[in-house]
């Protein structure tokens, strides 16, 4: 009998809805974000195939099993093309987002240091500094309508560059002025920009100089980005290697950090690698971060009793407070909420990849294919595509029980083994931020951010959601919220207390 190399032409999914689509538009522009391929796993089990555009087939995945597996093994599982064009044009090669094999796990092994739990717990009073003077600007729009989506990216821009980078970039219009420009244009989502994204993946190396030479006008956004952290990065660096050599004591950010844990490694980072991660760092760490804060607090403010409940504690901690001030492992409920939002309304909703070689994927849960044959493997051929799912994972009955589709904070609080059949991701068993070599490098940062900006909220605010007005989820590279007339935006009303 013949083996079968290739399992994905027979896995189950929906139909195609167009040649020229497939079934992207439902899985990218669906709204809300994440509808259409949960009812494809409830369906089809937690490996589906759909059409991509153009007719290609690509894997969505939330089976546990292969989900680990994949993200062991980023050689075999390489990001996707489009990614890796994007964020060599965006970073250069030399950013952690861009680098692969003994580059990544140099640049790797480095930045490590950089977000250790000691020195992201170090930057604690600077993020309080931060959250603080967010409070004294909403303060001064209090009995009102703001739109908490832009103040808390404001905010966590400010956050990533002032704490980590060592940066205020807030103070930089033109800086705040690109990168925002860059978010927007980038998070804008069209049918054109699909089947864009699929074009883009098959230009070969040996034209990308064309691309660079005559990019499209998101790509000229990203580059103009790309050339402005580089000529600040060259600054700080060049001024946090003199005050090294000079015997002056290292600045607090984690940048500082980094020049002063390569200038001992063994195995070191270039100047121009160095240079590099700003872009990179910025903005992987604010849209995702802001993000997960919106939806947090559009929950909160859908929930006064959760809002009351949380600002019990964070007082009651405030009390206790030793000089070390307070320690936001140690709140229970806050640390409920944050984990129960980030599992329910994860920021990125998807991430990519492509098997480079000829390879099988195990199952934690055995799929029936369109034969009726069982598998607990997958074969794929090089080159298959597979989207890994953070709302397909974060939502298995198999992980978090039968309430799995409810928001529900209390699953943190009640005893429930949660992480049973193993762990993915290094927090919470959440794949927010995915898992193995190439997890999240600013995890801690953003988890002590969010702690930070949402407990001096609870401390001062009462919130709620105004009425009259709808938001959803809409994917935009992150998931941001949109209302009812394509605004993106989050309406909350603020009352100081
Ligand atoms: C809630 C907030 C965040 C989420 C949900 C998130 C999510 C992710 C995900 C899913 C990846 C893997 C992408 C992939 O390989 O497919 C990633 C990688 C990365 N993240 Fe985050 N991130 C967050 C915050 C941050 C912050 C605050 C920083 C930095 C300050 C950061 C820096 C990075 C970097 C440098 C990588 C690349 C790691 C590597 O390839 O080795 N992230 N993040």
């Given at each position: 009998m013949r083996r079968r190399s290739d399992d994905v032409p027979s896995l189950q999914g929906p139909k195609s809805s167009s040649w020229i689509y497939g079934n992207m538009i439902e899985f990218i522009l669906g709204v809300p974000c994440g509808e259409a391929e949960l009812g494809w796993f409830a369906k089809y089990g937690d490996v589906v195939k759909i059409h991509g555009c153009f007719g290609q087939e690509r894997l969505i995945i939330a089976?546990?099993?292969?989900?680990?597996?994949?993200?062991?093994?980023?050689?075999?599982?390489?990001?996707?093309?489009?990614?890796?064009?994007?964020?060599?044009?965006?970073?250069?090669?030399?950013?952690?987002?861009?680098?692969?094999?003994?580059?990544?796990?140099?640049?790797?092994?480095?930045?490590?240091?950089?977000?250790?739990?000691?020195?992201?717990?170090?930057?604690?009073?600077?993020?309080?500094?931060?959250?603080?003077?967010?409070?004294?600007?909403?303060?001064?729009?209090?009995?009102?309508?703001?739109?908490?989506?832009?103040?808390?990216?404001?905010?966590?821009?400010?956050?990533?560059?002032?704490?980590?980078?060592?940066?205020?970039?807030?103070?930089?219009?033109?800086?705040?002025?690109?990168?925002?420009?860059?978010?927007?244009?980038?998070?804008?989502?069209?049918?054109?920009?699909?089947?864009?994204?699929?074009?883009?993946?098959?230009?070969?190396?040996?034209?990308?100089?064309?691309?660079?030479?005559y990019p499209p006008p998101e790509l000229r956004k990203l580059m103009d980005h790309r050339k402005m952290t580089y000529s600040i990065s060259e600054k700080l660096i060049t001024s946090r290697l003199e005050s090294l050599k000079s015997g002056e004591p290292a600045e607090n950010d984690l940048y500082s950090v980094l020049v002063r844990t390569n200038a001992k490694a063994t195995y070191k980072m270039t100047d121009t690698e160095l240079k590099e991660q700003f872009g990179g760092i910025t903005t992987a760490g604010e849209d995702t971060t802001g993000n997960s804060m919106v939806w947090i607090l559009y929950v909160l403010s859908q929930h006064p009793e959760w809002q009351a409940r949380l600002r019990e504690e964070i007082r009651e901690a405030d009390h206790a407070a030793s000089d070390a001030g307070v320690d936001y492992d140690r709140l229970p409920f806050l640390n409920a909420i944050i984990k129960e939002v980030l599992r329910f309304h994860p920021a990125g909703s998807f991430t990519e990849r492509e098997a480079a070689c000829d390879t099988v994927i195990p199952l934690a849960t055995p799929l029936v294919t369109s034969t009726g044959t069982r598998v607990s493997e997958i074969k794929m051929r090089k080159g298959t595509k597979m989207g890994i799912s953070m709302f397909g994972y974060n939502r298995l009955r198999s992980i978090w029980g039968d309430d799995a589709e409810e928001l529900n904070?209390?699953?943190?609080?009640?005893?429930?083994?949660?992480?049973?059949?193993?762990?993915?991701?290094?927090?919470?068993?959440?794949?927010?931020?995915?898992?193995?070599?190439?997890?999240?490098?600013?995890?801690?940062?953003?988890?002590?951010?969010?702690?930070?900006?949402?407990?001096?909220?609870?401390?001062?605010?009462?919130?709620?959601?105004?009425?009259?007005?709808?938001?959803?989820?809409?994917?935009?590279?992150?998931?941001?919220?949109?209302?009812?007339?394509?605004?993106?935006?989050?309406?909350?009303?603020?009352?100081r207390l």
């Open positions: 089976d546990p099993g292969a989900i680990r597996h994949i993200f062991q093994d980023p050689e075999v599982f390489v990001k996707s093309r489009k990614f890796q064009l994007i964020t060599l044009i965006g970073f250069g090669q030399g950013s952690l987002l861009s680098a692969n094999g003994d580059s990544h796990r140099r640049i790797r092994s480095v930045m490590n240091t950089m977000f250790s739990a000691p020195r992201v717990r170090a930057l604690k009073p600077t993020l309080e500094r931060i959250a603080k003077d967010f409070s004294d600007e909403l303060a001064s729009m209090s009995g009102s309508i703001v739109d908490a989506h832009h103040l808390l990216h404001k905010t966590s821009l400010r956050a990533v560059t002032e704490a980590v980078i060592g940066y205020d970039a807030v103070a930089d219009k033109k800086y705040t002025a690109t990168y925002q420009d860059l978010l927007g244009s980038a998070s804008h989502r069209s049918r054109r920009g699909v089947v864009a994204d699929t074009i883009i993946s098959w230009i070969p190396d040996s034209w990308i100089w064309i691309l660079m030479e904070p209390f699953r943190w609080l009640d005893g429930r083994e949660i992480a049973s059949g193993g762990t993915i991701g290094p927090y919470a068993n959440l794949l927010n931020f995915i898992g193995g070599p190439r997890t999240c490098l600013g995890w801690r940062f953003s988890i002590l951010e969010i702690q930070v900006i949402v407990s001096e909220l609870m401390r001062n605010f009462v919130l709620s959601f105004p009425e009259g007005v709808s938001i959803r989820p809409v994917s935009a590279i992150t998931v941001v919220p949109m209302d009812d007339e394509g605004r993106t935006w989050l309406p909350l009303h603020v009352e």
